[in-house]
């Protein structure tokens, strides 16, 4: 393991190191070898340099909180990563375990060579790697979120999902495996979400939810222009608890929207997916929202300042 004080210059020379390099497990070998890493830091697949950093609790929040720690201490030298999200239900080229609780990420990128702090079954672990292969992966089969450090200048293409049709399960599923580890990886990046979701009614598209999360997660509902079906006793039945219930300030002013119905959903470890991702469908069906293709991600929540969201794991539209 690395002590804290050591990752920082070794994330500056690995990431420097890996100019020039034809990825070869020669040449990594050998790299390997002048920073005084063994063999077993080569990962299989694709070539790359696995360099485990701690090995916290195996609690979601005590995970989440030393990738933090990690990622901080990383930012203090390298600046802003130009990537960082979490790589939802699919994964990157190459064998690897993914931890349960989240699936985090940060990564630097500098002339095709990346350095990235990912969250490894045990912790978090530093790569070495190409850029090209993950850029590639992401823009064919990517899921999760990712943000892009708007003055990069280095634009990533991601999945266009074209919408669920029909089928209102398989908006259920996506929604439930985005929200089940949001508030981890949150947490993990130091970052905060506020996502609008518009429903189209009547030929209308009101605003219906948000999503809210930083250290916890929260849903909102919206009841304006929605159908009888989804207002005062009805939206309680559909398990929407008003919003004045929750003591006050549980949300930071500058994400709270102040929707009248909203359920506080969980932290980290905490957040019952299945049922979280049920009452949205269940409550934009009952407001009137013909198909999963007419609920929209807002395009506002796709900018949180230094960086530009994209949701694949959501598989809507934005508008």
Known sequence: MIDIIDVAPLGRTLLGAGAGLRWTGAELRALAGRLGLSADHMADGPLELVVPVSRPDAGPLAQAREFRRVADALRAVLGDATHLGAHGHTRPFGRRTDPVWGRPFLRWCEDGTTL??????????LVLQPTGPWEEWYALSGTGFTGTLESSGQELDHPNWEGHGD??????????AFLRTLPAETVALGVAHSMPLYGMID??????????????????????????QATGEHAAALGWTRRESLPPGHLADAL???????VAAGGPGEVDAPEMSALLVRTARAAGVAGPGDLILGGEGEFRHPYRFRFPGLAMRVG
């Open 116 to 125: 990235e702090l990912r969250a490894g079954a045990a912790g978090p672990e």
């Open 203 to 228: 030929d209308r598209g009101p605003l219906l939810f948000d999503i809210v999360c930083d250290d916890r997660l929260f849903l909102g509902f919206t009841e304006y222009r929605v159908r009888a």
């Open 256 to 262: 709270d929207g102040e929707p009248p119905w909203r």
């Open 167 to 176: 089928d209102w399960e398989s908006l259920r599923s996506s929604l439930g």
